[in-house]
């Protein structure tokens, strides 16, 4: 069978209207409050290696007017197409939402606004083996009353320096989704991070 | 689409719902700066808060509770008819009590009862740009902003002080937010402005004719613009309200008859009757 034929047959929200308001409204606590895990209560069905919250996310985010740039293969990229309706991005540099469920892209590398529309800027939702709160990373920043802990199993060694970068870009900047399963959490450009 | 009302959930179409989403993801994670979104046009003349309607309908669910106040008033037409609407096209529970709503949407108040994590409060606002009286093209308002060159906001305040011995602002007193941007307040009163600090609700602004959407995370630094001789002095009218007796609510004065006589009494009509209620249940 095609990808494009398959994918179809992997359905999108069961509810469209309100699963993508559920999982907005994830999102959005998820953004408020970095670090805070959020389960998202009915993901779509997608074609592996998508997640239920990546896949939820982009569901309920991309549109014709985002390009969204997937490793994730030709079937995940079918399944995007016809449930969302966003065109492909050539070069991560050029998507407003990117999916990695691999090695994750550098973060330099993808949209940051400008200084005058910093809002411009690249939403990363990166798939990560796991997600726990109350312990790992210490952080910190708008959304935060003290301190919120998270562990992130599955990061590049690398992830803790190009973070601080991304935060030194500040107001330019990328924000960033950890999505494990069906749970999620968010990292706006505002978090600080400090080890655990 | 709702059998029941014919109105897509939430009155908006999809689309539009999901651009405004995005505005607001990134209006939280750029707290104070302004995001331009794709304003609709909606059932209700400007100044009825078309860009805190649209804000509200892209994140309401049917699990929500909403209040709506007007001045801090939920009996206000502009507030009941939002009300309405909202329990129409979402079927969402409304609610008067500020404790009880997980959705506050709001014109030119913020209420007295202090708010608490999972509340979402949502300002309807006239006018984003808090530099428009002083520098009226857009672009260099947007360059200012992308230099944090905020010199002509404090010359302003710093000329109220010379000619009247205080900064001569009582509403849309501005603010920094996260030590980066400034922002206009919605029309509060300035003595709102301390509660906007560090607030544990999460605060969205929607402007509609401007088409622009900001947002102040949970937690996050808000400080009103001042001078360390001249610091920020939050005012209220000297006097109790003279249903409740509160000495620490916003005061609206209210004229009560031909003789010019006149009493104050809050304005947030919730924050009142509760005070009031438990006045005559002690009783
Ligand atoms: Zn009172």
Redesign the interface.
Known sequence: MMPAMRATLAAGFAE???D???C??A???A???PGRVQRVAAPPEAPPPLGGAAAALLL??A?A??PVWLDAGPEAEAWARFHAGCPIAAAPGEAAFLLAAGPMPPLASLAAG???E??R?A?LILQVAALAEGEGWRLSG????REHRLRVEGLPPGFAADWAANQAR??QGV?LFLCAGDRLAAL???THLAAG | MSAATGY???YLD??T???I???????????G?Q?PFGSREMPLPYGWGTGGIQVTA?????ADRLKVIDQGADDTTNAVSIRRFFARVAGVETTERTAEASIIQTRHRIPETTLR?GQILVYQVPMPEPLFRLEPRVAET??M???ADYGLMHVKLYEDIARHGHVAISYNYPVMV?G??LMSPSPIPAFDNPKMH?N?A?QLFGAGREKRIYAV?????VRSLDFEDHPFEPVRARAGCALCGSRESYLDEVVTDDAGGRIFVCSDTDYCQGRQARQEAAE
Not at chain 1, 142 to 145: L, T
């Open positions: 469209p209207v309100l993508a308001q559920a907005f409204r999102a959005l606590e953004m408020a409050r309920t985010l549109d007017d985002t400008s200084e005058e910093p809002h800027s939403t708008p959304g935060i009353e500040f107001p924000d706006p450009r505002t | 897509n959930f939430g999809e689309d719902k999901r651009m989403r995005r505005a607001l993801l990134k209006a939280v994670a750029i707290p700066h995001v892209s994140v309401i669910g049917p994590e947007k360059r902003h992308a230099l996260n980066r941007y560090r544990p999460l995370p949970p937690y996050t630094e």
